[in-house]
């Protein structure tokens, strides 16, 4: 999974803010947000993402994978464009 071109990405003191300069749609992250949009930049599959902050924040796989899907789920739904690398 990764962001398409058009969307650019910021990272502040407290979070990420993500731009899409094809829709002009912004989206603001927390600081836990900040991690999972660094994991997708760095091409980190969802299960390694998964593991990475389960890992890092101490909690169970499973709450972070809910957390983590609907993060993903809300950028979607937000505009910020997600794709499927092939």
Known sequence: MKFTPNVKVR????GSVLFDTLRE???VTNETGARIVEGIEAGLSPEAL??????????PAEVIEA???RFI???RS???ALTEET
């Open 50 to 59: 998964v593991a990475q902050l389960s890992a890092e924040y101490d909690q």
């Open 78 to 80: 937000n505009g910020i």
């Open 67 to 69: 957390e983590v899907r």
């Open 25 to 27: 749609k912004v989206f």
């Open 73 to 75: 789920e809300s950028l």
């Open 11 to 14: 990272r502040e003191k407290r």
